[in-house]
T-cell receptor
Framework: KAGVTQTPRYLIKTRGQQVTLSCSPI?????VSWYQQTPGQGLQFLFE???????NKGNFPGRFSGRQFSNSRSEMNVSTLELGDSALYLC???????????????FGQGTRLTVV | AQSVSQHNHHVILSEAASLELGCNYS??????LFWYVQYPGQHLQLLLK??????LVKGIKGFEAEFIKSKFSFNLRKPSVQWSDTAEYFC??????????????FGKGTKLSVKP
């Protein structure tokens, strides 16, 4: 089956601009999570969505936001971009808790965002 | 706040050597523990996971990990590494029952280089 698809793969933006990243989960997966990966901070949890509702949120400023649509696709938005927002943004999808103890998070290839 | 520590930033081994990567977490309650691997140019993949039961878990590609609750540790082991194991390895944790992987807290990762 198709994996987690993230678009675009690469993006260059200017400081102060805003950006929207997209994630299409594996068919049937209703939980979508976002992570930021940088060389200095490693992988950091941004937020998790399930059934169009934010279920968990990491420790990021309000400039980072997201949403999930009824078809489970998710977008994340970063407003007023800063140089420090340059990172690989990863999306992961999984089955929601309760349906299976053997649930696994499947990751996409990521979107490489460069802020100049 | 929950945190995960990986002791080694970069490990260099020769083929056939044994591997042990350390991982410690800070939360004292019920946890779910994971090891992920990121091969060069590829997406994150799950190596193995622990939810409950036998503290010695076996994963793919000959990897195993042992959960030692008293030490808050979940070290990854492999008896004999191959050149193809060259990758970055991430320990991760979620809190609570059910094995949810929606809000993974990751360690900073350990780069493993295996010399042929």
């Amino acid at each position: 089956k198709a994996g987690v698809t993230q678009t675009p793969r690469y993006l260059i933006k200017t400081r102060g601009q805003q950006v929207t990243l997209s994630c299409s989960p594996i068919s049937g997966h209703r939980s979508v999570s976002w992570y930021q990966q940088t060389p200095g901070q490693g992988l950091q949890f941004l937020f998790e969505y399930f059934s169009e509702t934010q279920r968990n949120k990491g420790n990021f400023p309000g400039r980072f936001s997201g949403r999930q649509f009824s078809n489970s696709r998710s977008e994340m938005n970063v407003s007023t971009l800063e140089l420090g927002d340059s990172a690989l943004y990863l999306c992961a999808s999984s089955l929601p808790t309760g349906l299976s103890m053997n649930t696994e998070a499947f990751f996409g290839q990521g979107t490489r965002l460069t802020v100049v | 706040a929950q945190s995960v520590s990986q002791h080694n930033h970069h490990v260099i081994l020769s083929e056939a050597a044994s591997l042990e990567l350390g991982c410690n977490y800070s939360y004292g309650g019920t946890v779910n523990l994971f090891w992920y691997v990121q091969y060069p140019g590829q997406h994150l993949q799950l190596l193995l996971k622990y939810f409950s039961g036998d503290p010695l878990v076996k994963g793919i590609k000959g990897f195993e990990a042992e959960f030692i609750k008293s030490k808050f540790s979940f070290n990854l082991r492999k008896p004999s590494v191959q050149w193809s194991d060259t990758a970055e390895y991430f320990c991760a944790v979620t809190q609570g029952y059910g094995g949810s992987q929606g809000n993974l807290i990751f360690g900073k990762g350990t780069k493993l280089s295996v010399k042929p």
